[in-house]
Structures are given as C-alpha cells and as structure tokens.
C-alpha cells in the first residue's frame, strides 16, 4: 500500500466539490424520509418534502437534529438501516440514561477511516510510520477511529488504549513510535513523564494528532517543544462517526473539514438563522454518505467560524477554527463530556441540596475538576473524620455517573455566593 493520499476528493474544485454534495444531499434527504420516520415527521411539520431539497442551497430548508432529538429517539430511533446492516456501535462518555448512541454499516466503518487516514496523511504519515493509539478504546470513538485510519494509510498500528503511562513510554522506546494519537492533555502528561524520565534521545516521535477536547497554541508550543514534534488538531464527535471529521494540514491554520462527506453550516445559536461565511456561530453538519446514522443538520453546540482562504497544502475543503467554546453548558474535563445537570443529580440523590460549584482548571496541561458542595446543617457538628468519609462517598457517586475522579469538597451551609440571576454553577478557569 503506498500513499494514501485522496487526492482526487480533497483538492477536488469547489464548483466541483459542491455539484457532489448537491447529488449526495439530495440522495441521502430521500434515504432519510423512507427510512427514520422520526426525521420524516419533523420534516413533514415543517412543511418541507424531500422534493424542495435540489441541493445544498435548499438545506435550510430542512429542520435541525439536535442532542435531546437523539435521547429522544433513544437508542434505535434514528437508525435508517435494518438493526441486521449495522456492524458497530459507539457511543458518547455521559450518564446511562443520557448516552448518545451511533451506528455503523460495513460501509460506514469504511468512510470513516478514509476520514481518519487522510488526518493521518495529512500529519504526514504514511506506511513507514508506527502510529501509537493512546485514545481510549471501547465506547469512546477515538481509538477505534484513528485505529483504522492507521491500518488504511498501511502504518505499523499500535492499539494502546489509554492509561498505564509507564507500558506507554516503554512501547514507545522499544517499538519506536513515530506518529502519537490521543488527547492533548494526555500527550501533555506522556511529554512531562519522558522528560521527568530523561527518556527524550530514546523517543522517536515526529508528529501528534491530538483532539477531542479544547487545546490552545500554547499547549501546542508546550507539546511541540517537548517533545519534538509537529502536533496536528483533530475534530469530530460520536453523533458524526467519530474523530475525522475535520483535521489539520501542515499549515496548521484550522481543520479541514471532509467536505465530500459532511456539510458544514454556521448558524446562529439563537435563532437558528445561517450565517455567511466568516461569521462566529454554531457549527452544523449534515452527513451526506453515511448509511445507518445520517444526521441531517445536526447542531454541534461547538462555537466556531468557517474560512474558504486557500491553503498553501493544495486541499480545497473548507477550513474550521479550533472550537472556540460551546453555546449549551457541557464541559469537556480531560476528554470526558460532562453535564453539570448530571452532578446536580449525584447530589440530590445522596441527599444534598443543589447548591455547588465545579471548579474547573488546567495545571501543567491537565484538567483539575473539583466540586464545592455545601452541606446539610445537620452535618456541620460532624467530625472531621464524618465529613471526610461523606466526601469519600460523593466522590465514588460522581465517579460512577460521569465516569471521571472529581475532588469533592463539602463546605458550611449557606458558603457558597448566591446569585441574583442565573446561578454560577461552573467557574472554568482554563485559558482556552
Ligand atoms: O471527542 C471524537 C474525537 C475523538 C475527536 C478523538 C477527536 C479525536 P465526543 O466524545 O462525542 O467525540 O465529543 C465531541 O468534543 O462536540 C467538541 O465539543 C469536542 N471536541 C472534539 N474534538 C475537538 C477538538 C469525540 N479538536 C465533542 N478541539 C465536540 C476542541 C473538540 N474540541
């Protein structure tokens, strides 16, 4: 297997490129309506029949999908292919009841880790490379993903998984890992251990392609700097495949994204109103080639701007910054999606009141996550030792729904600032 460049799709004229997405939206809205009749009926309360979409220009046409459209379906509701078709299923990290499943045809699998491997290729790996996967495997999208992009561009896949840093570095040594996949923060973590290590000359990693959570330039400096490399962004998220979606060139000056498979829009939040292109708004897209789980104006929740500038690497598909926040209240700590709503549920369960706050921070790379809950009065006799043994619990409740070790401070009733409007659950201090 030599280069796998797509060349063809991805420097392909925009005239071009938009007459192939006109062809494949107008395909998929029909394969949309005669298969999900949850689709179909928002479609039909919104007067809009499959007809009235000739093209990209009409998609606003089309109603939004949003994450409760998909609790709501939960689990099968969306799916537009016999159960039988579908090979895999991925979902996002969350609560049980508030999971977002995805489904994948053969054929789904397929162009998924065409979108990978061209992020691969485009961090310019190719078949000499040994591409070691330290995103989580499982559930999670992000090992499986870059996993079979590796295989497609042909390099030597080294399916780690995340954890068990010191088994990381020493795979890393002894097999000679080139290309790096996994989070930012973790790639942070895995720079400072080799340097606290003095393992730097026995590291021969050249590129790393990291994402799933907000990372800033200077994290990419850090992680550059330390360990030698060029460090590439990566986007994508459970509800679209996966990572892939969209991924950075050598310019590094946003993400491509997969235009030949996703449209992209920016939207006002609010409204709900397109924006022109330049503007900062909510990033959604339409999955124009998937089979089992095609999502028609799928909002994002991601802040973000578009950009048609030409790019110096010959690719033509449009360019997205790097998210520049989010326009409902999930907070992304070390990879994982948390919902403050999901918190405040852990601490009515064990019999708290809902006044907290999540104090969220980013120290030496990596997300700090502490929560301030204030006890009950009846606690405030308690011994210190009671209080540190309640603590201990809220610690293991809040692991158990959110999947992520939060410290859990319990402080005196009534300590923490009441607010006169909305209350400040989330004070997040990272500089992102
Ligand atoms: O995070 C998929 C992924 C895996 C992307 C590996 C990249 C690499 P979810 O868990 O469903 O999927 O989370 C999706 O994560 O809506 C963004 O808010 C955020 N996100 C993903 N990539 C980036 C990035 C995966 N490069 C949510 N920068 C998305 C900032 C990102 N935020």
Redesign the pocket.
């Known amino acids: 297997m030599a280069n796998y460049y797509q060349k063809e799709m991805e420097t392909m004229p925009q005239e071009q490129l938009r007459a192939l997405q006109d062809e494949r939206l107008v395909k998929q809205v029909r394969h949309v309506w005669d298969n999900v009749p949850y689709y179909r009926k928002k479609m039909e309360e919104k007067g809009v029949a499959p007809e009235d979409i000739r093209g990209v220009a009409d998609l606003y046409k089309l109603p939004f999908l949003s994450k409760d459209d998909l609790r709501e379906a939960y689990p099968y509701g969306l799916l537009a292919v016999p159960k039988k078709d579908c090979v895999r299923i991925h979902s996002?990290?969350g609560t049980t009841g508030k999971r977002v499943v995805a489904f994948y045809t053969q054929h789904d699998i397929d162009l998924w880790d065409d979108c990978c491997a061209r992020a691969i290729v485009a961090a310019g790996g190719t078949e000499e490379d040994v591409c070691h996967i330290a995103?989580g495997f499982g559930l999670?999208?992000?090992g499986a993903?870059l996993n079979g992009g590796s295989h497609k561009v042909g390099c030597l896949t080294l399916p780690m998984s995340s954890g068990n840093t010191d088994r990381q570095l020493q795979f890393m040594e002894d097999l000679g890992s080139t290309i790096l996949c996994c989070t930012p923060s973790y790639a942070a973590y895995l720079a400072e251990s080799i340097h606290e290590k003095g393992l730097q000359d026995k590291i021969h990693l050249k590129a790393g392609i990291f994402?799933?959570?907000?990372?800033s330039e200077d994290m990419r400096h850090d992680i550059e700097e330390k360990l030698g490399i060029k460090a590439y962004?990566?986007?994508?998220?459970?509800?679209t495949s996966?990572?892939g979606v969209a991924f950075e060139c050598s310019e590094q000056t946003g993400m491509h994204i997969n235009e030949d498979h996703f449209i992209a829009e920016i939207i006002d939040p609010d409204t709900g109103e397109v924006l022109p292109e330049g503007s900062k708004g909510e990033l959604v897209f339409t999955a124009i080639t998937k089979q089992a789980f095609p999502l028609l104006r799928y909002r994002?929740?991601?802040i973000c701007i578009l950009s048609r500038k030409p790019c110096s690497c010959g690719r033509t598909h449009v360019k997205m910054c790097?998210?520049m926040g989010?326009s409902d209240d999930m907070l992304?700590i070390r990879?994982i999606?948390v919902f403050p709503s999901q918190i405040e549920t852990v601490l009515i369960q064990q019999g708290y009141s809902a006044n907290y706050q999540i104090i969220v921070d980013r120290v030496n790379n990596s997300d700090t996550f502490e929560v301030m809950v204030e006890m009950n009065p009846d606690m405030f006799s308690d011994s210190l030792a009671k209080i540190t043994a309640a603590e201990k619990k809220l610690v293991e409740a809040l692991k158990a729904m959110l999947g992520i070790a939060a410290k859990v401070k319990l402080v005196t009733p009534k300590s923490i600032t009441r607010s006169e409007g909305k209350a400040v659950r989330v004070i997040d201090r990272r500089k992102i």
């Open positions: 996002t990290s995103y999670f999208t992000g993903g994402g799933a959570e907000a990372w962004d990566i986007y994508g998220l459970t509800e996966g990572p994002t929740r991601d790097k998210p989010r992304i990879g999606n």
